[in-house]
């Protein structure tokens, strides 16, 4: 891959943007395809249960390419209905792909994450910030909307009325704001972000396997249903849980006071 790095350690990957030039842009077709198939192998891996999702460089990204815009190629190119249908068939499948999975994601944002980089962020269950952090939703001041799909998730990190305030105004948010809103879960020095994600990647590796999938489904679920088809489904993943070889080791290591030895069974 050009665009991206793809690594994993255990049951952890990580998912780089890899074009600092173009501060992580990430609306050219290879950059698009290129974390769509990370993300959905992934997904299809048994093996991993975490997804950190960073920048390399100064930025975590940059969004859409201002440049391919004004130019009129590739994303950007064609007709009404053509640009249409490019959004559906790449940058759209990333938020489908992201809220679809039942890996835990962190995004850990390193530098400004801005337009579509922002929304990439907030696609993620945690997030761990850079001091240097920067977040704004620009797409206003380009005279275009977040065609990416972020217009659903910001209101569900910041409110509807700061949503609403920052899709409006274009403002930028640092860090420090951004943890007031709750747009990042902590704020720490750059060199500290990617070693901050791990440690609690670490963590959540740590726990039983199917629990941590199961748990980031019934969160996921959450947002969408009524209480009660809830329960229901709440009742049907408990009753798997409890005869997996993951709880019983859970079980007895509760009361031998030790960690468990989780095999993801």
Known sequence: ?????YETDGRIATLTLAR?????????????EEVMSALRH??????????????????????GNIKDMRAGVGLFEGTPDEIAEKYRASIQQI????????????AAVNGPAVGAGFDIA????????STEA?????????????GDGGAWFLPRVVGWQRAAELAFTSRIVTAQEA????????????????PRAMVIALQIAAKPPHSVRLTKRLLRHARSMELDGFLDISAALQSVSHHTADHREAVEAFFEKRPGDFKGR
Do not use: K, W, Y
């Open 134 to 146: 920067r977040f704004a939703h620009t797409f206003i001041d380009l005279g275009i909307i977040p």
């Open 20 to 32: 600092p030039e173009i501060r992580n842009a990430i609306t050219n077709p290879e950059m698009l």
């Open 1 to 5: 891959m050009e665009n991206i790095i």
């Open 179 to 194: 943890v007031e809103m709750g747009i990042l879960l902590e704020m720490v020095e750059p060199d500290d972000v990617l």
């Open 95 to 106: 938020p489908r792909l992201m809220l679809g999975t039942d890996l835990v994601t962190i």
């Open 42 to 63: 992934a997904d299809a891996d048994p093996d991993i249960g975490i997804l950190i999702i960073t920048g390399q460089g100064p930025a975590f990204s940059a969004g």
């Open 122 to 129: 907030l696609m993620c269950d945690l997030r761990i910030g």
